[in-house]
Nanobody, 115 residues
Framework: QVRLVESGGGLVQPGGSLRLSCAAS????????MGWYRQAPGKQRELVAD???????DYSDSVKGRVTISRGSAKNTVYLQMNSLKPEDTAVYYC?????????WGQGTQVTVSS
């Protein structure tokens, strides 16, 4: 069984920062890629950022320059450092992992940017 558990979401003021964490369990093997997606009410789920085993990264234009994705040293972990947060960043953020052509998803963590 593969499980992804997100943490670090919460309420933050505009201009503030949050660090999201995702931990994968149920396998001793590394994932090819891990990343973060988000979904706001009434909108499609969209990529925020992802990272491969080779540390190649990809960022959405809407967050580029404000977020950094990284892998943990223990492997099968991924972090998303978010700075200069805007109200439009409000969404449920989902952790994603890929291995052997399979996609795995966490249950999501709520990020709300509001005064």
């Amino acid at each position: 069984q593969v499980r992804l558990v997100e943490s670090g979401g919460g309420l933050v003021q505009p201009g503030g920062s949050l660090r999201l964490s995702c931990a994968a369990s149920g396998s001793i093997f590394s994932f090819y890629a891990m990343g973060w997606y988000r979904q706001a009410p009434g909108k499609q789920r969209e990529l925020v950022a992802d990272i491969t085993t080779g540390d190649n990264t990809d960022y959405s234009d809407s967050v580029k320059g404000r977020v950094t994705i990284s892998r943990g040293s223990a492997k099968n972990t991924v972090y998303l450092q978010m700075n200069s947060l805007k109200p439009e960043d409000t969404a449920v953020y989902y952790c994603n992992a890929q291995r052997n052509g399979n996609n795995f998803w966490g249950q999501g963590t709520q990020v709300t940017v509001s005064s």
